[in-house]
């Protein structure tokens, strides 16, 4: 089981120049040791054994890191990737369960420039954004209404 979500659309803009001091951000503020924010693990009757996040292949993922491929991260937690012919990150997808993408853009956010959106729904016609602004990723419900004409 699991909560789905699709990636609706975004706006951002992800600089090749930039992959490399983000990785290197993600590997200097222990993305990889802080077990704490690992959705993923094993369990025996005295607490968790293992750790990683939901989804990922921890050794590819180490690997990416390592070689500051920011797009193959990126893929590493499900998203799909869209660059433009210079390499920039210009467009994400993502329709599939949720695991750790959220711990990603958090852990992520104080290295990545300028404003960035992301709009998602869920199952059962959930919607919301992520706005990530001055090194912080917020999360915004969705708050639609439909005024009255007569108003």
Same mark, same amino acid.
């Given at each position: 089981m699991g909560y789905y979500v699709t990636l609706t659309s975004t706006k951002l803009h992800i600089p090749a120049h930039e992959f490399s001091p983000i990785? #290197? !951000?993600l590997l200097s503020t222990g993305f990889l040791t802080n077990t704490d924010s690992m959705g993923g693990g094993a369990y025996q009757p005295d607490g968790?054994? #293992?750790a990683w996040y939901s989804? *990922? &292949?921890?050794k =590819?993922?180490?690997k990416h890191l390592n %070689? !500051? &491929?920011? &797009? =193959?991260v990126l893929e590493d937690f499900? /998203? %799909? *990737? /869209?660059l433009d012919r210079d390499g920039n990150i210009t467009d994400l997808g993502y329709d599939d369960?949720?695991? %750790?993408e959220g711990?990603? /853009?958090e852990c992520m956010a104080p290295a990545l420039k300028g404003t960035l959106h992301f709009y998602w729904s869920g199952e059962g016609g959930a919607m919301w954004k992520w706005l990530i602004r001055d090194g912080k990723l917020f999360v915004i419900d969705a708050n639609i209404s439909y005024p009255d004409p007569e108003v």
């Amino acid at each position: 089981m699991g909560y789905y979500v699709t990636l609706t659309s975004t706006k951002l803009h992800i600089p090749a120049h930039e992959f490399s001091p983000i990785c #290197e !951000h993600l590997l200097s503020t222990g993305f990889l040791t802080n077990t704490d924010s690992m959705g993923g693990g094993a369990y025996q009757p005295d607490g968790k054994t #293992e750790a990683w996040y939901s989804w *990922v &292949d921890m050794k =590819a993922l180490t690997k990416h890191l390592n %070689d !500051h &491929d920011l &797009d =193959a991260v990126l893929e590493d937690f499900g /998203f %799909d *990737v /869209f660059l433009d012919r210079d390499g920039n990150i210009t467009d994400l997808g993502y329709d599939d369960k949720t695991g %750790d993408e959220g711990k990603l /853009f958090e852990c992520m956010a104080p290295a990545l420039k300028g404003t960035l959106h992301f709009y998602w729904s869920g199952e059962g016609g959930a919607m919301w954004k992520w706005l990530i602004r001055d090194g912080k990723l917020f999360v915004i419900d969705a708050n639609i209404s439909y005024p009255d004409p007569e108003v």
